[in-house]
């Protein structure tokens, strides 16, 4: 589904976040990636989210080069992708509803299906009682929960999340998690940056370590072969 070959990524000319990346993501995959900070993690999800472009090599996903994908094009594109951050970055002037809601509404979908959808979405999470409520309402650990189902209320094929749990403790992390392998197990491919290598190894997913803005491994946790 997603391949780098041999990209890079520079900052003004002078700052190389990203060396000679290259793997592969098969479609209905979970990962994680990790490092330090400042290893690269977030320009890479960058790449695939089409927010930044290489400044080398090729991106594919689904077999298309999306640095060639016309302006008119990404948009579409970005509406494959859910997305998960660490901040949650909900509107809290709006309630939890409405926070799900929000990708449906750009995209013009009817509202009698956007509720259903939505209510889905919340039900998945477990706050479709809180539908009403504002995110301030709402414990750090149910809001990173809203985030999530924001993120798969369209069904995208692609999920990706940006330190997930770097403001929960271990029980709600790994809840998080838990819920990332029930979308996985229904065919969504999921990409987690995180720096919890703790979490990370309990889980037995492949796991892509990037040192300095370069991939230094990549193997499957818990069989000790690379992938």
Known sequence: MIAFEHVGKRYGGRYEALADINFRITRGEMLFLTGHSGAGKSSLLRLIMRLERPSRGRLLVAGHDIDRLHASQIPYYRRQIGVVFQDHQLLFDRDVFANVALPLAIQG???????????????????????????????????????????????????????????????????????????????????????????????????????????????QVGDGEGA
């Not at 919340?122 to 993120?151: F, M, N, Y």
């Not at 703790?198 to 300095?212: C, K």
């Open 109 to 219: 979908v009817e509202p009698h299906e956007s509720a259903r959808r939505v209510r889905a979405a919340l039900d998945k999470v477990g706050l479709l009682h809180r539908e009403r409520a504002l995110p301030i309402e709402l414990s750090t650990g149910e809001q990173q929960r809203v985030g999530i189902a924001r993120a798969v209320v369209n069904k995208p094929p692609l999920l990706l999340a940006d330190e997930p749990t770097g403001n929960l403790d271990p029980q709600l992390s790994a809840d998080i998690m838990r819920l990332f392998e029930e979308f996985n197990r229904i065919g969504t491919t999921v990409l987690v940056a995180s720096h919890d290598l703790a979490l990370i190894a309990r889980l037995r997913h492949r796991v892509l370590r990037l040192r300095e803005g370069r991939l230094v491994s990549d193997e």
